[in-house]
């Protein structure tokens, strides 16, 4: 399958169900995912850059190693999902739910966190330098080797800019 196959398959699906899909290493860039159902769904090493996946549904999906730099992912639903060493640098993550989400090794560099949901999420050795974590809640988050930037997580679990 070639990668306009797949940009062509993925633009004329509605409502767009891909339910357990594998779509290992797809070229998914600048896809319109909004609202897809990709519960399950095999996304490791895929590349959605600038992919949109505002309301989209990504329940138990394996996005391990995949490149979501600038994607919109504003509001999702990343309960407990892999994300093992994605590339989620300048990503929009407001209030996306993280929590449980595995970000070991991730690049959320420059990425929008503000309001999003990381408590309990393994961000062991991920990279938040330059990440908007305004509002942030990491309660019980592993932050072990993660460099949070200019923020730190404050008393009450959540994210606070440094001094």
Do not use: C, H
């Amino acid at each position: 399958m070639t990668v306009k196959t797949y940009a062509s398959i993925l633009a004329d699906l509605a409502p767009k169900t891909l339910v357990g899909a594998d779509l290992r290493s797809a070229n998914l860039r600048s896809a319109d995912l909004r609202g897809a159902d990709l519960a399950g769904a095999d996304l490791s090493d895929a590349d959605l850059s600038a992919a949109d996946l505002s309301d989209a549904n990504l329940g138990g999906a394996d996005l391990e190693g995949a490149n979501l730099y600038g994607a919109n992912l504003a509001g999702v639903d990343l309960y407990g999902v892999n994300l093992r060493s994605a590339n989620l640098r300048s990503a929009n993550l407001r209030s996306a739910n993280l929590r449980g989400a595995d970000l070991s090794g991730a690049d959320l560099a420059g990425a929008d966190l503000r309001g999003a949901d990381l408590g309990g999420a393994d961000l062991y050795g991920a990279d938040l330098g330059g990440a908007d974590l305004g509002g942030a809640n990491l309660q019980g988050a592993n932050l072990q080797g993660a460099d949070l930037g200019n923020y730190e997580r404050g008393p009450d679990g959540y994210a606070r800019v440094r001094g």
